[in-house]
C-alpha cells in the first residue's frame, strides 16, 4: 500500500505546458493503421478474457499485445476504384491454451476467438471495408513462458506485477490538446459521417500551438466512389474545414487555422483518395505501440510512457493498468485539490511484488496549492486509486476506459466512478 510504497510529491519548476511558447499535439484516428493495430489486439485480449471468465470463473494469463498491419495495394479514381492486394493483419501473443478442469483437459479455442472478434469488429467500424476480401486476418499466438505464468497465477488475492514498468499520466488538458481529440471525434462521428460520407475513418490529426495561434493539421482519407469529380472533392474538404472551425470556436478563443489534406495539389491533380476510406488500403503500414497514448493523444511536450497497452492482460500488466491508475490520481488531484494547475504522476512496479505496492510514485504539480496540503490529500488519494487495482480489470472489460482508440469521448472520470 502507499505506505509501504516510495511517494515523492514535488512541485514543478518551470513554465506548464499551456503557457509554453510553442505546443505539438497528435492524434491517430480509428482508421489509421497504428490504431486498428491497437484496437485489433485489445479486442482480441478482451474476448479471450470474456471466454476464460465466462467458462471458468477467471481470467487465464495471456498478452496479445503484438500485431502488424501490412498495407495492400489499391487504385482509386473519382466515382469508383478497386482494391488489387488485400491488406494483412496478424496479432501475435501468448495466452493459455489448455485448462485443466475436473479431471480433464478443456482446448482454448483461442484462434477462433481471435479471427471472429476481430472480423466482428472491422466490420462494424469501417463502412467500405469488405472484410472477406480487402484484408487478410491471421495470428499466431502460443504458451506463456513458465515464468510470467507463475507470475500470473501465484498471486494470493491481490495479483502480482508481471513486468518492471512505468505508468505516466498527465492533467488537465490543454486548449490544443481538447481540439485535436475533439477534431478527429468530429470527423469520425455518426452525426458527421451521415452528413458527409464521403470523409473515410482515417484521419490524422496534428496540432501546433505557437502562443496564440494554434494550427491543425488534418489528414483524411476520402472515399472515391462517393466522390464524382475533383469539384465535389474540393467541396466536401472546405465544408469539413468549415465545420471544424465551428467546433474550434467553442473551445477556444485562439485564433485557429486548418490545413485540411495538405499534400494535395489541385492543380498536378493529387487528391488524397481511397477505395476503402483507409490509407493501409494502399501500402501504408501499422503497429501496436506507435500510436496514440492511453488516453488518445501523443503529446510530445508532455512526460508519457513508451509502453504499448493495447491487448496486455488486464489482471496484472502494470503497462497497461498503471497508465490507467496514473490517469486516475491526476484526474481527481486536479479536479479536487484547489490551486493545483497541471499535475503528472509516474508510477514504477517491481515484477513479481503485488500490484498495489509499487516501487515508486512520483506526483509532481503546478501552481499555488502548497506543497502539505497536496502532499496530505494525495497520500488519501493514492491509497484509494491502489486498492482499486485488484479490480481494474473490469473496468477493461466494461470499456470504461479510453486507451488509445479514435472516435471516442475523452472520459468523463469522475462520472465513470460514479457508475
Known sequence: MVAESRLVISRGRGLTVSSRPIEMVERKGKGHPDTICDRAAEEASISLSKYYLERYGRIFH??????????GQARAWFGGGEVLEPMYLM?????TTRIEKGGSTDAVPVGSIILGTIKSWLRREFRFLDVDSHVVVDYRVKPGSADLVHVFESGSGVPLAN??????????RTETERLVTETERLLNSPEFKARRPEVGEDVKVMGLRENDRISLTVAAAMVSRLL?????????????????????????DK???????????YERGRYYLTVTGLSAENGDDGQVGRGNRVGGLITPMRPMSLEAA?????????????NIAAQEIVDRLTSEVRGVEEAYCYMLSKIGHPIDEPQAIHIEYY???????????AESLVEDELSRLPRIWE????????????GEAWPDWAARRRA
Open 62 to 71: 495471456h498478452n496479445l499485445d503484438k500485431c502488424v498491419l501490412v498495407g
Open 91 to 95: 496479432i501475435v501473443g501468448r495466452a
Open 163 to 172: 513486468d518492471t514498468s512505468l505508468g505516466v499520466a498527465f492533467a488537465p
Open 228 to 252: 464524382e469529380s475533383k469539384e465535389k472533392y474540393i467541396s466536401v474538404v472546405e465544408e469539413a474545414k468549415e465545420e471544424i472551425l465551428k467546433m474550434a470556436s467553442r473551445i477556444t
Open 255 to 265: 485564433e485557429v487555422e486548418v490545413n485540411f489534406n495538405a499534400a494535395d495539389d
Open 310 to 322: 493495447a491487448g496486455k492482460n488486464p489482471v496484472n500488466h502494470v503497462g497497461k493498468i498503471y
Open 367 to 377: 501552481g499555488s496549492a502548497g506543497e502539505d496540503a497536496v502532499r496530505r490529500y
Open 395 to 406: 473496468g477493461i472489460l466494461q470499456r470504461r476506459y479510453d486507451l488509445f482508440r479514435g
